[in-house]
């Protein structure tokens, strides 16, 4: 039965460009019925003599926080059957099961798109569930098909190359087929993992390694990269106009974009060295704000807020704001730390299990694609323009991707061996410093038979 369009939704959240896009999305599929609170204690004022169908929050809020209000909500008569949706920036699984466990009935992780916003409303209706899981891998004339996840974004170029290389014949693989498919963001990717919907995923280190930790039977088989993200200024900044840095940054919000990511260990390590307190909202003693955004929003959002001091993310959105004079460069995260992991590539341990030729073979030819995008650039930027901006929404050419792609300090794609100290490294200072995820034994994580034999090592 579909939900009627004429439900109240109460909309919990403090950022007013998030209570914004929450109601844009919402009205896309004919909701017009809204109630808007910036925190928890102004969301039960607001519920006063009011009857609301469907509540969605925000968690992290000053003076009631989103799980005080869930909480305050399941202990009162008149709304404790109200569905309730944590739509936050806690995307990490241990804050996942704080919600359930204390009476929630959905958790959307952002940054999501509409069309994930609507599936999670029809879930916590109970109209729909993600557990659904795909057939197992049948092999067609001997090879099987390998679907594989990514976004848009120049991490996940080597996959492309891939498929093209593929498509064109000058890659003839023996043991698979390739299905490429470009996901909207971090949490179709994190969903399709988690429910066996595709084979291999290009995804964020600590996204994965979340996973891991929550028994997805998962393996990194690869890096997808090196270095490759920037951090991008507001325009408006004018440096003669403020004597340090940190003035320019303070009580500003800076995106990025997906708590469990590279982007936010280096923002908020580069945010700490200038004698900042960088925080999600509703943490004691911030004094800059961060905001989960989509990658590809990002621009647009900064360019039209002048509260948004600015953003880290990966290429080319950073280089294609700055050469649209949107944003300066700040610092390029290789600045930050040379050589640094970000993307993994990731594949389902089944499959592994089921397909090894293929799976050599598939880690073979994504090495080989990497050095392929080193070598000729300027082939690779054409390739990149039509798999990552398919739609020419984000306005991608292949000069951008060309200089994206010969940036020194810029990423690399020669070199995909995965440094174990280097995720050791990251998970130690996201647990102990940022006090996010889990630390987890890595050489379990990591099966590296197939990189190895790649690189000849």
């Known amino acids: 039965m579909p939900l009627s369009l004429d439900m109240k939704i109460l909309i919990v959240d403090d950022s007013g460009t998030m209570r914004l896009m929450f109601k844009q999305m919402l009205k896309e599929f004919g909701f017009n019925n809204f109630i ?29 926080d989103g799980l005080e209000f869930l909480q305050w909500i399941r202990k009162n008569i008149s709304f404790n059957k109200v569905p309730f949706i944590m739509a936050t920036a806690q995307s990490d699984k241990t804050q996942q099961q704080i919600v359930f466990a204390n009476g929630g009935d959905s958790h959307i992780a952002k940054p999501f798109d509409s069309f994930e916003l609507k599936a999670t409303i029809d879930e916590s209706f109970g109209l729909e569930t993600k557990e659904q899981k795909r057939a197992k891998n049948e092999k067609v004339d001997g090879k099987v098909k390998i679907r594989a996840g990514h976004i848009q974004i120049t991490d996940h170029l080597a996959l492309g190359v891939l498929r093209d290389l593929i498509d064109t014949g000058e890659f003839k693989p ?105 925080g999600v909202p509703g943490q004691k003693g911030i004094n800059v704000r961060f905001e989960v955004m989509p990658p590809v929003k990002m621009p647009e959002i900064m360019n039209s807020d002048e509260q948004v001091g600015g953003f880290m993310v990966a290429e080319p959105i950073g280089s294609n704001a700055i050469n649209k004079e949107i944003g300066d460069l700040q610092f390029k995260s290789s600045d930050m730390w040379p050589g640094h992991p970000c993307c993994i590539v990731v594949m389902q341990e089944d499959f592994i299990n089921n397909h090894l030729e293929a799976a050599y073979e598939f880690v073979d030819l994504i090495i080989k694609a990497g050095q392929f995008i080193d070598e ?28 994206v792609l010969s940036d020194e300090g810029g990423i690399i794609m020669n070199d995909m061996y995965p440094v174990l100290e280097d995720l050791d490294m990251m998970q130690h200072y996201m647990h102990e410093e940022m006090k996010i995820g889990k630390i987890i034994d890595l050489d379990e994580f990591a099966d590296l038979r197939f990189v190895n034999a790649a690189m000849g090592r």
Request: glycine share 4%; proline share 5%.
């Open 376 to 403: 000729q650039k300027e082939r690779a930027a054409k390739i990149g323009v039509d798999f990552l901006d398919p739609d020419k929404k984000i306005g991608l050419t292949d000069q951008i991707l060309t200089n």
């Open 174 to 278: 023996e043991h698979f087929e390739l299905e490429t498919e470009c996901m909207p963001g971090w949490n179709p990717v994190q969903n399709a993992i988690e429910t066996n919907q595709v084979d291999v995923a290009f995804v964020l280190a600590p996204i994965a390694m979340d996973l891991f930790a929550f028994d997805t039977k998962i393996k990194l088989v690869s890096l997808a990269h090196k270095n490759g993200s920037t951090f991008v200024r507001n325009k408006q900044y004018v440096p003669e106009y403020y004597d340090n840095i940190d003035k320019y940054y303070q009580y500003k919000e800076v995106d990025i974009p997906h708590k469990m990511s590279i982007h936010h260990i280096l923002a908020y390590k580069y945010l700490n060295e200038i004698g900042l307190k960088p």
């Open 36 to 64: 808007m609170a910036d925190n928890g204690k102004d969301a039960i004022r607001k519920l006063n003599g009011n009857i609301v169908d469907l509540i969605i929050s925000d968690w992290n809020m000053p003076e009631m």
